[in-house]
């Protein structure tokens, strides 16, 4: 079973910065793909940003410009830094790795950006 763990997440004035982390459990190069997704209250989780293996990076359109995901191989990390914070960006941010067939989802962690 994989698990993951996000951490960083925050209270954060319009305008800041924080860098989430997502730790798996097993080789990160084990998954095809790994990424971020977020959920506000009354939304549904849509994609923030993903890495695929080969390295290639997907930003939604809304955060193109201003974060950033990576991956961190020794650590078994992928990261997701975002600058220039907005209330819009306000959400519970989930890590999800794929490995076909299966889906893994990390707990979650909130992030809230006061205006």
């Known amino acids: 079973q994989v698990q993951l763990v996000e951490s960083g997440g925050g209270l954060v004035q319009a305008g800041g910065s924080l860098r989430l982390s997502c730790a798996a459990s097993?080789?990160?190069?084990?998954?095809?793909?790994m990424g971020w997704y977020r959920q506000a209250p009354g939304k549904e989780r849509e994609l923030v940003a993903n890495?695929?293996?080969?390295?290639?990076?997907i930003y939604a359109d809304s955060v193109k410009g201003r974060f950033t995901i990576s991956s961190d191989n020794a650590k078994n990390t992928v990261n997701l830094q975002m600058n220039s914070l907005k209330p819009e960006d306000t959400a519970v941010y989930y890590c999800?790795?794929?490995?076909?067939?299966?889906?893994?989802w990390g707990q979650g962690t909130q992030v809230t950006v006061s205006s």
């Open positions: 890495i695929i293996r080969s390295g290639r990076t």
């Open positions: 999800q790795a794929i490995a076909p067939p299966d889906n893994y």
């Open positions: 097993r080789s990160i190069f084990s998954f095809v793909a």
